[in-house]
């Protein structure tokens, strides 16, 4: 017969970790290859520095859909382009 406990101690160890997601990375998650590839295509145009916005605010609003088709992401894409400037590669320079 072994004898009982005088105490029972118990340690909880509880870790609050977050992963920093991208936009990028969240976009690349939910949309199908073709389509990942249309909306970089979209942001090609789209001065560098800015480039990482325009991507995060894409995010935004398509986090705001359950679906997401080629529809949706065409409109979106449409929207958020005219918040920013856009490079109009087809002027000429001369």
Request: aromatic share 6%.
């Amino acid at each position: 017969m072994q004898p009982e406990p005088k105490f029972v101690c118990c340690i909880l160890v509880s870790f609050d970790v977050e992963v920093a997601v991208t936009p990028l990375n969240q976009l690349r998650l939910r949309l199908p290859d073709h389509e990942f590839d249309r909306l970089m295509q979209a942001a090609s145009p789209i001065a560098p520095p800015e480039r990482d916005a325009f991507l995060r605010d894409i995010a935004v609003e398509l986090g705001q859909h359950e679906v997401i088709g080629p529809g949706l992401l065409h409109r979106i894409i449409s929207e958020v382009q005219q918040r920013y400037d856009i490079a109009d590669r087809r002027r000429s320079t001369g």
